[in-house]
Nanobody, 124 residues
């Protein structure tokens, strides 16, 4: 059983930065793809970014491309999401997820394990 714990959320002004972390325990983290999703109030959960096990293949939603960077440290069983140039519309609960098949896709259904989420609030 894989457990994921997000941290690093908070309140930041527009234009600021935050780095989210996703600490994994159990399973074989280094072989899983990691994805980040977010859910704003009243909206559906949406894809943000994903990274394959090696870290060499990444994918981003168009709304965050060029501002967010996904990475991972397999030695630390941790994934990261560096968020720069934050906008009020980035406000949401951010979730990390693990895909044991390693696909790093954008579909929620592809991910087997989820964290509890961390709140990111961007003020204007």
């Amino acid at each position: 059983q894989v457990q994921l714990v997000e941290s690093g959320g908070g309140l930041v002004q527009a234009g600021g930065s935050l780095r989210l972390s996703c600490a994994a325990s159990g399973g074989t983290f280094s072989s899983y793809a990691v994805g980040w999703f977010r859910q704003a109030p009243g909206k559906e959960r949406e894809f943000v970014a994903a990274i394959r096990w090696s870290g060499r293949t990444t994918a981003y939603a168009g709304s965050v491309k060029g501002r967010f960077t996904i990475s991972r440290d397999n030695a630390k069983n941790t994934g990261y999401l560096q968020m720069n140039s934050l906008k009020p519309e980035d406000t949401a609960v951010y979730y990390c997820a693990a895909d044991t098949a390693g696909r790093a896709g954008s579909s929620i259904a592809e991910y087997d394990y989820w964290g509890q989420g961390t709140q990111v609030t961007v003020s204007s």
